[in-house]
């Protein structure tokens, strides 16, 4: 809602950077993330007596990752910027990061003078050129007329059809100039289209295949979570009493607590996750892209299985697996009328077919219980499985949870409950180290009434190390948790299974004492190492009001499994070191 100021805005004189700040406030932007440089200097200036919040992080990179946890814990688009040059260039990877996941992001950058453009001046990249492959759309603003234009069109852009980021770069001289402020009241893309209801012929088909499936399977990712399908992901599990799986990116978008949810599925996915992929007869898939992580070997990927494909983004559809029935659509829209034809044909349902699912049922129940996720603990050291245990136990699966990359993310996924969406942020496509810390940063801004965690890696950790100033001046209650083995645990992995252990570059030798870590940014920090510390560390960590590091030593050996060998199908999952195959 904009305020009385806001309406006399209209028609006034502005220069570009208060016209941006304005835009800004008409697209609901709160705060943003960003770290300032000479060519931006116009708009930081405009930004010092603004009602926005701008958190100054401390490395550009992870403004981008702060943005993406603020947007991944809300849904709205996030925002960051950045100076040119360097400052332009630092945002790629996290840009690239959040192309992968979809994630709604509206990238500032400054620019050079217009005319100095072309000429190699002090701080200049070509951030259009550079930036083109790792956006969903990239602007150049050439004159202060056309800014209010393109920043709404970048919001648009950003948070319709399948989200993404997109970038605007912006030359000094554009946040200097002078106009009168027009507000934009619609925006115009003829070459931009976003199909979102779905094909009514389509879904009528897809319902009467879901009611005739003996062995179906709700194969649920990221798209129910960006789309906010969760409720309707949920109606339709108990409509049809089907078994679900959720992707590593969709993980929330079915309760974790819901009796028909079954777990990740996947390369590390579980035992019973991975056969109800391979034995099904019906894959209802719902928001995925058939990622190479989840599918494995592709020829060999649910062969038994016809094949129902939801997915915002026609690019999607047949990219990977050629579907019986495509439909282009916002998966919430779509299932809200695929529900309501479901509840239309189920009482001619055949009475065959729902004998067959209680059988289906049974199989599946016997999986889940016969190879169930290794929760195994030690009497002497932490074990990775005992620390993501007591995190999911003391969480109650309602708190907010980030991750960098490697191990310790898979036993996150594989272990901690999330009976919500928007609890589990992760960089699922780009696997970015580094991520966890920042990314929390822009969740505890996002939601302070959240229980924060990022679990890291001390690999990781220490490629965010300068964010905890971040936290410490903006007194983030966020409560980050190192599981510590003093590798680079999943390359460990990797080189002990398939190189014959040759442990090359993977070892950590030097880790910061958390203690005085912490303390010299002004918060508290501990060590453990003995599993009996465990559960009273996490407990004062948790009550402790401000942020905390928590440091905890864990088994260097132990490798994350089921674990599908590159190049397998998922059917062929191993459990440990002796079953693994060499690699070819």
């Not at 980021?165 to 009241?185: E, M, N």
């Not at 089907?242 to 990740?264: D, K, Q, R, Y």
């Not at 929390?440 to 801004?445: F, I, K, R, T």
């Amino acid at each position: 809602m904009l305020n009385a100021e806001h309406k006399r805005n209209e028609g006034r004189l502005m220069n570009g950077a208060e016209i941006l700040l304005e835009c800004l406030v008409r697209e609901g932007v709160d705060c943003f993330f960003g770290y300032p440089g000479g060519v931006t200097l116009p708009f930081y200036d405009a930004v010092y007596d603004h009602q926005i919040r701008h958190v100054l992080v401390r490395h550009e990179e992870n403004a981008v990752f702060a943005a993406q946890g603020y947007s991944r814990a809300t849904g709205k688009t996030g925002v960051c910027c950045a100076t040119s040059g360097p400052g332009a260039t630092n945002l790629v990877t996290g840009l690239v990061d959040a192309m992968m996941d979809s994630i709604p992001l509206v990238a500032i950058t400054g620019q050079v003078h217009s005319k100095l453009i072309g000429s190699d001046a002090f701080q200049e990249a070509d951030t259009f050129g550079i930036t083109r492959p790792a956006t969903k759309h990239n602007f150049m603003v050439r004159n202060v007329h056309e800014l209010p234009q393109i920043i709404h069109e970048a919001f648009y852009i950003a948070s319709t059809g399948r989200p993404g980021p997109v970038l605007v770069d912006i030359p000094k001289d554009v946040f200097q100039d002078r106009a009168h402020y027009v507000p934009v009241d619609a925006i115009h893309l003829p070459g931009y289209k976003v199909f979102l209801d779905g094909h009514a012929g389509q879904i009528r088909r897809a319902a009467q295949l879901m009611l005739e499936a003996e062995r179906p399977l709700i194969y649920a990712g990221g798209g129910i979570i960006h789309s906010g399908a969760s409720a309707e992901l949920t109606e339709l599990a108990e409509l049809l009493d089907a078994p679900a799986v959720c992707t590593l990116m969709g993980l929330g978008g079915l309760s974790s607590s819901h009796p028909n949810f079954i777990s990740m599925p996947g390369m590390h996915g579980s035992y019973a996750a991975n056969l109800a992929l391979t034995e099904s007869d019906l894959l209802i898939a719902l928001g995925v892209r058939f990622d190479d992580r989840v599918t494995g070997k592709l020829q060999a990927f649910a062969r038994h299985a016809r094949v129902i494909h939801v997915d915002i983004d026609p690019a999607e559809i047949a990219k990977n697996r050629v579907p019986d029935i495509p439909i282009v659509g916002d998966v919430k829209r779509v299932l809200q009328k695929m529900n309501r034809v479901v509840e239309e044909l189920k009482p001619d349902m055949p009475a065959k077919t729902a004998s067959a699912r209680q059988d289906w049922w049974s199989k599946v129940r016997g999986w889940m219980d016969e190879r169930p996720f290794d929760r195994s603990r030690a009497e002497n050291e932490i074990k990775p499985q005992h620390l993501m245990d007591e995190i999911d136990r003391l969480s109650g699966g309602q708190a907010i949870v980030t991750s960098d990359v490697g191990q310790h993310q898979m036993w996150a996924a594989q272990l901690i409950r999330f009976n919500e969406p928007r609890l589990w942020i992760n960089s699922g496509g780009l696997g970015s180290m580094g991520f966890g810390v920042p990314s929390a940063v822009g969740a505890q801004m996002a939601r302070p009434d959240k229980l924060v965690f990022a679990i890291c890696g001390d690999g990781g950790f220490q490629m965010a190390i300068p964010e905890l100033s971040t936290i410490a001046a903006n007194n983030l209650p966020i409560k980050i948790i190192i599981m510590n083995n003093g590798v680079l645990g999943m390359v460990r992995q990797w080189q002990t299974l398939f190189y014959n252990n040759r442990l090359s570059s993977v070892a950590l030798e030097a880790f910061p004492d958390a203690e005085k870590l912490a303390g010299a940014y002004g918060f508290t920090g501990r060590t453990i190492d003995k599993p009996w510390e465990l559960t009273e560390a996490l407990i004062t960590a948790i009550n402790h009001p401000g942020p905390y590091l928590l440091n905890v030593k864990v088994s260097p050996m132990e490798n994350v499994y089921p674990m599908v060998p590159a190049g397998g199908a998922i059917n062929e999952m191993v459990f440990a070191p002796a079953e693994e195959p060499a690699l070819v």
